[in-house]
């Protein structure tokens, strides 16, 4: 009875630890992935001290003007591409289109503020992007619509990455370190770099931060009168962009749960020094309350999931190995000589 108890032991701890390693290594790398099917919309709202904007001045015809302490709203849907041929059943690569736009509140008259369209494939497992990618790409324009569609867009080569390092997310068990985060605005990653431990909503959430230093991202030609130039028609000056940005991960799913930026913007002419440059914008926004908690809503679900993949396994790798010395211990219990009462082996 005692030897058929240790072998049941046994075999449950063998099982135990197998199963636990199945969990881990083969099932959760086969769940642990974005989607293919991928369609996110976000809302972030906030405020723009100053902004340069353009009014409506009869059919299609906008006049540039600022406008100070003015509501603003920015949307982004990101959506798979089913289209890409990277979006193959079962491929580890996903083409995500990611559609952004910022738009005055109660402002009819006024165009959005900014626009931006973008393509690029991302490893499904860590959420950084990869090549090769066939359909990447990046269109931005201001205020003023392009007449085409693809006006305005830069398509990356199909063997480079276009536009590094991660965009949407972090990686599934984001850990507590700096990674590499592609800013749209000056097509370049930065060091999103992570500050501590924090909660949303009764969500555990890691903190994470960037800042961008002022750069210049561009030119823009406006009307002297913007720029303290009433006589000069138009001139063109360096757009020079800052700003700060802190999220909140969900470090069991990488997904971003909250967000809050601040930008600045300025218009710098040659003579000029950036501190003398003219504001062209300079607002902040923050993810809204609908948003935070949908994204809570999405994490605690899929951290539900992958709770059974990550968690679980090592429980089940305690149990199975408190199994295995249990039944060893009663194995060689089971095999001691016996001695008599006057201490003489048994033969």
Known sequence: M??????????????????????????????????????SFSVATGTADRALVFVENGPDQHVPEFREDLPITSTTKVTADPTAPEMEKGSDVAAYIEATRITANDNPDIGALSASVRQLCVDRHTGEAVAPCTTQFIQESSSEQPETPEEGRVYGENGTVQQPGFGFKLPFDTEKTTYPWYDLRIKDTVDLTFEREDTVKGLDVYQFSYRIEPQKVGSREVPGSLLGEPDTPSIEADLHYEADRTMWI??????????????????????????????????????????????????????????????LPIILWIVGGLLIVGAVLLLVRFREPKVDAGNHRLE
């Open 2 to 39: 005692r030897s058929a108890l240790t072998y049941i032991l046994l075999g449950l701890g063998v099982f135990a630890l197998g199963f636990g390693l199945v969990l881990r290594l083969y099932t959760y790398p086969q769940l642990a992935k974005m989607p293919l099917d991928l369609d």
């Open 250 to 311: 969900d470090p069991v799913t990488g997904a971003v749960i909250a967000l809050e930026q601040s930008v600045t913007q300025k218009l710098v002419q040659d003579d000029e020094t950036y501190e003398d440059g003219e504001v062209v914008f300079d607002g902040t926004l923050a993810l809204d309350d609908e948003t935070v908690t949908k994204n809570i809503a999405d994490a605690e679900d899929g951290g539900g999931k992958l709770w059974l993949l990550t968690t």
